[in-house]
């Protein structure tokens, strides 16, 4: 089992540009996340899925936007990328009834310019 | 979800016990106390959780009060490999829905030779 990977694991965007971060999991869980990490920082939800075909927004939803493909996949878009979104963006996923503990990807480092 | 309150740092010799404190007042009869860390640009990983009873599994000891307002885990034989900001999470869990978990900034635990 690969767990959660993530795709890609660096990208580097001017301001204006727009990217999707890949998310996928082999772990048939129901519960997908994104989340958000600054320098020095915990990590921020932005977007949930709670299982197949909902989404909902988390903490710090604006400027991105998220699709549930599948139940494996799980993808994050920035339509026009600032400078702010300059972070490590983690996706995890869980299976609600069982602990529910989280699973981490391995994170992607963008930085905007 | 109740807040909890973690020392920013903390540091520890190899081999000998660290144990990280969490101060968690306002937990409610249903919330858990769970505990992940994150080794340097990794993704989170789960340790433990528990709800009013001392746990144990193969990474670590979680120790809470009777009261439940407070609680410590306990790495009872610190490696380098340990080093990683570790976060204390206060969540209700089970039933069918997602968790959300809330993380701050943690204790940055420092292991030394």
């Known amino acids: 089992n690969a767990g959660v990977t993530q795709t890609p694991k660096f990208q580097v965007l001017k301001t204006g540009q727009s990217m999707t971060l890949q998310c996928a999991q082999d772990m048939n869980h129901n519960s997908m996340y994104w989340y958000r990490q600054d320098p020095g920082m915990g990590l921020r939800l932005i977007y949930y899925s709670a299982s197949e075909g909902t989404t909902d927004k988390g903490e710090v939803p604006n400027g991105y936007n998220v699709s549930r493909l599948n139940k494996r996949e799980f993808s994050l878009r920035l339509e026009s990328a600032a400078p702010s979104q300059t972070s490590v963006y983690f996706c995890?996923?869980?299976?609600?009834?069982?602990?529910?503990?989280?699973?981490f990807g391995p994170g992607t480092r963008l930085t905007v310019l | 979800d109740a807040k909890t309150t973690q020392p920013p740092s903390m540091d520890c010799a190899e081999g000998r016990a660290a144990n990280l404190p969490c101060n968690h007042s306002?937990?409610?009869?249903?919330?858990?106390v769970y505990w992940y860390r994150q080794i340097h640009s990794q993704g989170p990983q789960y340790i433990i959780h528990?709800?009013?009873n001392n746990e144990t599994n193969e990474m670590a000891s979680l120790i809470i009060t009777e009261d439940r307002k407070s609680s410590t885990l306990i790495l009872p034989h610190a490696t380098l490999r340990d080093t990683a900001v570790y976060y204390c999470i206060v969540r209700a869990r089970g039933g069918t829905g997602f968790q959300k978990l809330v993380f701050g900034t943690g204790t940055r635990l420092l292991v030394s030779p």
């Open positions: 995890a996923s869980s299976e609600p009834g069982q602990g529910n503990e989280q699973f």
């Open positions: 306002t937990i409610s009869g249903n919330e858990y």
């Open positions: 528990g709800l009013k």
